[in-house]
Nanobody
Framework: QVRLVESGGGLVQAGGSLRLSCAAS????????MGWYRQAPGNQREWVAS???????NYADSVKGRFTISMDNARKIVYLQMNSLKPEDTAVYYC?????WGQGTRVTVSS
């Protein structure tokens, strides 16, 4: 079992930055990929970015060039640095590892 706990959400003005963190605990040795998803009000949950234990990263087109995902592989902490935030980035952001989800952290971007 893997437990994921997110932190770092909040309210920010458009153009600002936030950094989300997600700490994994439990059977972290089994984790070889982690990622971030988000769900805006009234929308389905969508994938944002992912990173493998080898450091390979992928991003949704909507965040490419603005968001950066990174991971402390030894401790299985994954980060999402979000720059140039837009109101459409407003959502609850969820951390993901295979078969595990965090409870989410809310990000609100005001115009």
């Amino acid at each position: 079992q893997v437990r994921l706990v997110e932190s770092g959400g909040g309210l920010v003005q458009a153009g600002g930055s936030l950094r989300l963190s997600c700490a994994a605990s439990g059977s972290i040795f089994s984790i070889n990929v982690m990622g971030w998803y988000r769900q805006a009000p009234g929308n389905q949950r969508e994938w944002v970015a992912s990173i493998t234990s080898g450091g390979n990263t992928n991003y949704a087109d909507s965040v490419k060039g603005r968001f950066t995902i990174s991971m402390d592989n030894a401790r299985k902490i994954v980060y999402l640095q979000m720059n140039s935030l837009k109101p459409e980035d407003t959502a609850v952001y969820y951390c993901n590892a295979p078969a595990s989800w965090g409870q989410g952290t809310r990000v609100t971007v005001s115009s």
